[in-house]
Nanobody
C-alpha cells in the first residue's frame, strides 16, 4: 500500500503562483510514476502532469505546459507541482496519484485532494 497526502493548496490571485506537495509513505519503492490530476464539479477529472519516480521523464497537459513544473525529491518521498501564471480556469481540487505498474493511475493510489482557487 502507498499513502499520499497533498498540501499547499489555497487562494491566489490570477497571475500568482502556488506549490503543491504530495508526500508518499508506505511501499514507495514500488512506485513507477507519480502524477497530478484536477477536478472541477461538472467536468471530468483532468490529467495535469506526471513524472517517473526515476525522474527521467515528465509529461504535461497542454493547458499547463510552460506554466506548471512537476518535480520529485526521492529522499523525502515527495512530489511537487510548481504552478505559475495561474488562471481562474486552474481552479480545481488537485489530486496526487501514484502509478505502481506503469499501466496507468486508475488502479493506483490517490490522495484526498487539495483545493486551489484562483481569483480574477
Amino acid at each position: 500500500q502507498v499513502q499520499l497526502v497533498e498540501s499547499g493548496g489555497g487562494l491566489v490571485q490570477a497571475g500568482g503562483s502556488l506549490r503543491l506537495s504530495c508526500a508518499a509513505s508506505g511501499r514507495t519503492f514500488s512506485i513507477y510514476r507519480m502524477g497530478w490530476f484536477r477536478h472541477t464539479p461538472g467536468k471530468a477529472r483532468e490529467f495535469v502532469a506526471a513524472i517517473r519516480w526515476s525522474g527521467d521523464r515528465t509529461d504535461y497537459a497542454g493547458s499547463v505546459k510552460g506554466r506548471f513544473t512537476i518535480s520529485r525529491d526521492n529522499a523525502k518521498n515527495t512530489v511537487y507541482l510548481q504552478m505559475s501564471s495561474l488562471k481562474p480556469d486552474d481552479t480545481a481540487v488537485y489530486f496526487c496519484a501514484a502509478d505502481p505498474t506503469g499501466y496507468g493511475f486508475e488502479d493506483g493510489y490517490w490522495g484526498q485532494g487539495t483545493q486551489v482557487t484562483v481569483s480574477s
